[in-house]
């Protein structure tokens, strides 16, 4: 049973337009959730967090919004550039003993189009 | 600062032949290790994890284990590799139990 969803195996953006990955868990001990981007060939690097004591967090071009309610978290990337263009992971971990322990989605593909 | 090595980059390797993946860590002391792998198509699954020297956690019953014999060096091992261990492997570190962990650059292994 796939904990960690990503519905959206791919998305098509122009550049200089935002890009909204979405992300949905359906585990309630859930309470920090993490972005990855990757390219091929590479190891993920780490994008941006945001614990479920808060709803939004900002990075520069990257925003992660958490619904606890509904269970989902997006990454809104504005603007969009060519760069961009690469794998993104969301994953999560819970509290207490396996919080070490990061459930991963199976990606969506950004293509960021010129 | 801190950086992850991983290697050999690509590996092709028999079915029933041994295997062995490094993983160090630099520029930390004390790091927890990780080892995931990805199949194609899916997430990253987590196999193994590592508090300490001498401390693996296994989290899916499988063909391969992990050593941990120095602070900073973590090893993915295998005495006979099935065809069903082709993936990408990525060793990870990070400073708590808790938060952001760091990948390397990962080993693609195909298992022929």
């Known amino acids: 049973d796939q904990q960690v969803k990503q519905n959206s195996p791919s998305l098509s953006v122009q550049e200089g337009r935002i890009s909204i990955l979405n992300c949905d868990y359906t585990n309630s001990m859930f309470d920090y959730f993490l972005w990855y981007k990757k390219y091929p060939a590479e190891g993920p690097t780490f994008l941006i967090s945001i614990s479920s004591i808060k709803d939004k967090n900002e990075d520069g071009r990257f925003t992660v919004f958490l619904n606890k309610s509904a269970k989902h978290l997006s990454l809104h990337i504005v603007p969009s550039q060519p760069g961009d263009s690469a794998v993104y992971f969301c994953?999560?971990?819970?509290?207490?003993?396996?919080?070490?322990?990061?459930?991963f989605g199976k990606g969506t593909k950004l293509s960021v189009i010129p | 600062s801190q950086t992850i090595h991983q290697w050999p980059a690509t590996l092709v390797q028999p079915v029933g032949s041994p295997l062995s993946l490094e993983c160090t860590v630099e520029g930390t002391s004390n790091p927890n290790l990780y080892w995931y792998r990805q199949a194609a198509g899916r997430g990253l699954q987590l196999l193994f994890y590592?508090?300490?020297?001498?401390?693996i956690s296994s989290e899916v019953p499988q063909n391969l284990s992990a050593s941990r014999p120095q602070d900073r060096q973590f090893i993915l091992s295998s005495k006979k590799l099935l065809l069903s261990d082709s993936g990408f492997y990525l060793c990870a570190w990070s400073v708590s139990s808790r938060g952001e962990q760091y990948f390397g650059p990962g080993t693609r292994l195909t298992v022929t």
């Open positions: 590592s508090v300490g020297i001498g401390q």
């Open positions: 994953a999560a971990s819970p509290s207490g003993a396996g919080s070490y322990q990061l459930t």
